[in-house]
Structures are given as structure tokens and as C-alpha cells.
């Protein structure tokens, strides 16, 4: 069973559209984010959600809405995107701060 | 805020050689410090993790030692194999509910060479 299950995997879209990504983990973790991976490999925060609160946000545009219907999902919605969202984003849960376990990602392409 | 730097990459090793990795830290309080590793294509995997000063994390013949003194949680392994190609990341957390998140090195790019 895949612990932290991201979908879909790739996604090409056009600017100014609109998407989803979907997260779900089977670990029982209380703790899920979101990650934003650029051209460059660098790894960077944008959203962590405890037991279905907002915990962090960071500088993030207001086009990205996460949404957690339970402990075990998390979403992301994009608006209006732009060429410079194109990046892999990656779901992650972890329990009581330890350790993260990360989805397999989602390459954006915005063209 | 706290950060965290890594060697750049990418490291070229012939197939058996030995291979270190430098990562470096700056936080306040005391961190968890961790390696994960990216296939190609693939995800992050956790490679090993240290939660306290002098602990030593250890997995696949990987070993890294947290040093509170150096900051230091440098990445080894005795043998290389071409399966280890991959890009390593160093990462931070502080373990606090409000501010719980991973800080990434840039990541160094492995490759080995039979």
C-alpha cells in the first residue's frame, strides 16, 4: 500500500486555468504539508495542516488554496495559474514532528 | 531563521569509492537533522535522521553523526555503488507544532560510475 498517495502525477496545463492536486495518506499522521520543488531541486514549504488546522503558510501567492476535508487528505488548489507555478509539488504527512514521508510528487507544467 | 548548507554537486565517484557529503546547520534550539534521498523520477525518501547531539543515524551503509559543536551532519558511506546515484538532501526540523517544517539544503547530486 502506497503510504502518501499524490494524484495526479503529471499535469500540463494552459495559463489562466485553474487545477487540483489531491494527497491522501494511510499513515494515521496528524500533521500533512505541502512542498514546492523548483528547476533547481531546491525544496521549500508552503503549507502544513495539523489535525485539519492551518498551521503554516508561507509566503505563498493567494492563487493557492490548500484544503483538508480530514486528517488523511489534503488538497491543493490552484487559480489563475502562471508560467513561473511550473515546479513538482510534493505532499508529505509525519506524526508529532518526527520524521516526514513524502508522495511521489506532481510535475506542474503551466505552458 | 535557520537554515541549512549542503556541498555542491554534483560528485563524480568511481563504483567502491568512499563518499562524503558535507551538510552544515544554523538553528536556535536544538533540531532534528535528517537526510533524504531522490531517485530519478521518484520521490523523497528518508535515508536516516539524528535527533539529538551526538546521535549517529544509519541506514543502507549511510552513516552521518550530529555535531552540535561543528553544527555539522555530514553524509558517508564506504562503498559506493552505482544504485546510490541519486540526489541527497540534508534537512532540519525544529520539531515544534507552530513552526514544524523541513529546511533543505539545495541538495547534491550524486553520480557513480562503474
Known amino acids: 500500500d502506497t503510504a502518501v498517495s499524490q494524484t495526479p502525477k503529471y499535469l500540463v496545463t494552459q495559463m489562466g486555468n485553474d487545477k487540483s492536486i489531491k494527497c491522501e495518506q494511510n499513515?494515521?499522521?496528524?500533521?500533512m504539508y505541502w512542498y514546492k520543488q523548483d528547476s533547481k531541486k531546491f525544496l521549500k514549504i508552503m503549507f502544513s495542516?495539523?489535525?485539519?488546522?492551518?498551521?503554516i503558510n508561507e509566503t505563498v501567492p493567494n492563487r493557492f488554496s490548500p484544503k483538508s476535508p480530514d486528517k488523511a487528505h489534503l488538497n491543493l488548489h490552484i487559480n489563475s495559474l502562471e508560467l513561473g507555478d511550473s515546479a513538482v509539488y510534493f505532499c508529505a504527512s509525519s506524526h508529532r514532528y518526527t520524521e516526514a514521508f513524502f508522495g511521489q510528487g506532481t510535475r506542474l507544467t503551466v505552458v | 531563521g535557520d537554515s541549512v548548507t549542503q556541498m555542491e554537486g554534483p560528485v563524480t565517484l568511481s563504483e567502491e569509492a568512499f563518499l562524503t557529503i558535507n551538510c552544515t546547520y544554523t538553528?536556535?534550539?536544538?533540531?532534528?537533522l535528517f537526510w533524504y534521498v531522490q531517485y530519478p523520477g521518484e520521490g523523497l525518501q528518508l535515508l536516516l535522521k539524528a535527533t539529538k547531539a551526538d546521535d549517529k543515524g544509519s541506514n543502507k551503509g549511510f552513516e552521518a553523526t550530529y555535531r552540535k559543536e561543528t553544527t555539522s551532519f555530514h553524509l558517508e558511506k564506504g562503498s559506493v555503488q552505482v544504485s546510490d546515484s541519486a540526489v541527497y538532501f540534508c534537512a532540519l526540523s525544529d520539531g515544534r507544532r507552530n513552526t514544524d517544517k523541513l529546511i533543505f539544503g539545495t541538495g547534491t547530486r550524486l553520480q557513480v560510475f562503474p
Open positions: 499513515l494515521g499522521h496528524d500533521t
Open positions: 495542516y495539523n489535525n485539519k488546522e492551518l498551521i
Open positions: 538553528a536556535t534550539g536544538y533540531p532534528s
